[in-house]
């Protein structure tokens, strides 16, 4: 049995925890083309804090669960050079904050976020290109080819959050 058993209250804190360090990443990302550990940290013990607050037992261990295997499925994406660090962890750690019967609905989120993402980017890349001056944020640096996903991942459990509030 949770500590505070109200849906409300924890589909409302769950929200207004996480989406700023996930709009953190997502600048980070955008800027850096990496994505600072202490955000991940951050929001793993959220969840941990969430958890005992809001979530029973068992739906914390799922969740837990889920977040273990994408990290796990992360490595090797990684090994294998076909996502990033910092990617990965943020995936890991925003895993923790999807419901075990929704992991399908956040996976469509996620694809929908990173395919609104790709034109996105390759026009601010013209834009930037156009610009005689220099811009520092790396993710739009001419020549660029890697992709910050990040920024979908951030807006995919931002949107899944908003989502899941119960309104009224």
């Known amino acids: 049995m949770p500590f505070w058993p109200d849906p409300y209250a924890a589909a409302w804190s769950a929200l207004i925890l996480t989406?700023?360090?996930?709009?953190?990443?997502?600048?980070?990302?955008?800027?850096?083309?990496?994505i600072p550990n202490r955000i991940s940290i951050a929001l793993a013990l959220i969840f941990g804090v969430w958890a005992l607050l809001f979530a029973s037992p068992e739906d914390a261990a799922w969740r837990a669960l889920a977040g273990t295997v994408t990290l796990v499925a992360g490595i090797a994406?990684?090994?294998?050079?076909?996502?990033?660090?910092?990617?990965?962890?943020?995936?890991?750690?925003?895993?923790?904050?999807?419901?075990?019967?929704?992991?399908?609905?956040?996976?469509?989120?996620?694809?929908?976020?990173l395919i609104a993402l790709l034109p996105c980017l390759w026009l601010m890349r013209r834009i930037v290109r156009a610009r005689p001056a220099p811009v520092?944020?790396?993710?739009l640096q001419p020549g660029?080819?890697?992709?910050?996903?990040?920024?979908?991942?951030?807006?995919?459990?931002?949107?899944?959050?908003?989502?899941?509030?119960?309104?009224?």
């Open 144 to 168: 660029m080819r890697q992709v910050p996903m990040g920024v979908s991942i951030a807006a995919a459990l931002v949107i899944y959050l908003a989502l899941k509030l119960p309104l009224g």
């Open 19 to 34: 989406a700023p360090l996930f709009v953190w990443a997502a600048i980070w990302d955008l800027r850096r083309m990496l």
């Open 136 to 139: 520092d944020w790396v993710s």
């Open 77 to 113: 994406l990684v090994i294998f050079a076909r996502m990033g660090g910092g990617d990965m962890k943020l995936m890991a750690a925003a895993a923790l904050f999807v419901a075990p019967g929704d992991i399908g609905i956040a996976m469509v989120l996620l694809s929908i976020c």
